[in-house]
């Protein structure tokens, strides 16, 4: 009978159990990896961008907004070519709408397309560690697994310069220069 009340307690504690493992708001997002250890396991990159956006009708009425491009295989980002996946655009509406501020706060950005999340944290001094180097990194959740991603320092070079669907399914003109380029 004894056997039988722990197993009714235990029971009764896993529903608890579940839900608090399953929910992760950020994940395990301030434990960097040592990115001297770091070996490159994908073709994939993410770029982090300041972007121009503007309407067909009107190149003179653009503005600045933010915005995360993953290419399945880096190296088809080289020479202007649009992303696989866009995330939604994202502006700092406390500074008047322009840029986010990426260095030293942490940001989330979300992939309409695949529902994808990246909670991306750069360095405060990362405008400044020199174009190449190590500012950051990036998690990214997505099919329900989390992964890594070490970011580096761009030198603001135009990644793309074209029309793009956007989440609302609108064909904005954007043009997009990479901050920071991310890979795992």
């Known amino acids: 009978m004894f056997a039988l009340s722990l197993l009714a307690i235990a029971l009764s504690l896993l529903p608890q159990f579940v839900l608090s493992a399953a929910i992760l708001p950020h994940g395990p997002h301030h434990e960097a990896r040592n990115s001297s250890s770091v070996e490159k396991r994908t073709t994939e990159i993410i770029y982090i961008c300041n972007c121009k956006r503007w309407t067909p009708l009107n190149a003179n009425d653009w503005y600045p907004a933010s915005y995360v491009a993953w290419y399945a295989d880096w190296t ?9 996946a866009i995330t939604y655009e994202y502006r700092d509406w406390s500074q008047g709408g322009s840029t986010i501020t990426f260095e030293g706060v942490e940001q989330d950005f979300t992939w309409p397309s695949s529902g994808a999340i990246a909670y991306i944290h750069i360095a405060s001094n990362g405008l400044n560690v020199g174009s190449g180097n190590y500012a950051g990194f990036l998690w990214r959740y997505n099919l329900g697994a989390w992964q890594q991603f070490n970011c580096y320092l761009d030198n603001y070079r135009t990644l ?21 380029w991310c890979t795992y």
């Open 76 to 84: 088809f980002s080289n020479d202007g070519e649009n992303p696989d």
């Open 160 to 180: 793309f310069n074209n029309d793009v669907v956007d989440a609302n399914g609108q064909y904005p003109y954007l043009h997009c220069n990479s901050l920071y």
